[in-house]
């Protein structure tokens, strides 16, 4: 199993931003597959997951990109995918579902991303702006700047709500069977 399978089923937000971190290493690499698969062979080194399998991925991600147009910006179709499937996801939680623990995680985040709507000059799906919210933060924390203790405090509410998004995409899509 390659290290976005693994994500995708134990954390779905975790899986979506991995996916961004790897469409920006494609681009970085100039979708050149020799790059590619000599980086799919050291995750997979370093992660204990076959290298044949981390390659494939890697390559098809960017073979999807290409084919989606997104070459310099925005995403591969698949990836397009899973944001809609957690937009949805979000959707049935607070609706159909009714999953307290998610609507309250949800109610705790939403201030923060009131706050990141007014500074965006796109209207987006609330899933949406969890992911650009956490992918900003992390970048930032790659590059080892400084970070607000207000935008810590924003950071940990959206973490507290994609960890709850994260436990319902679990409890709908890898339902544990109970005797």
Do not use: C
């Amino acid at each position: 199993m390659t290290v976005a399978a693994q994500k995708k089923r134990s954390h779905i937000v975790d899986y979506l931003l991995f996916t961004w971190q790897m469409e920006d290493l494609v681009r970085a690499a100039q979708f050149q597959p020799r790059l590619l698969e000599e980086w799919a062979e050291n995750q997979a080194n370093s992660e204990g997951t076959d290298p044949v399998e981390e390659s494939k991925w890697l390559l098809a991600l960017a073979e999807d990109m290409r084919r989606s147009g997104a070459e310099e910006k925005g995403h591969a179709g698949s990836v397009k995918d899973a944001m809609a499937e957690l937009a949805h996801l979000h959707e049935l939680l607070l609706g159909t579902l009714s999953d307290a623990r998610y609507r309250e995680a949800f109610n705790e985040a939403e201030p923060y991303l009131k706050d990141l709507g007014e500074k965006s000059p796109n209207e987006v799906h609330p899933v949406e702006q969890l992911a650009l919210a956490l992918y900003g933060w992390l970048v930032l924390r790659m590059k080892k700047e400084a970070i607000s203790a207000e935008t810590e405090a924003a950071m940990r509410g959206l973490r507290n709500w994609a960890n709850e998004l994260a436990r319902g995409h679990i409890g709908v899509y890898y339902p544990t069977s109970s005797p």
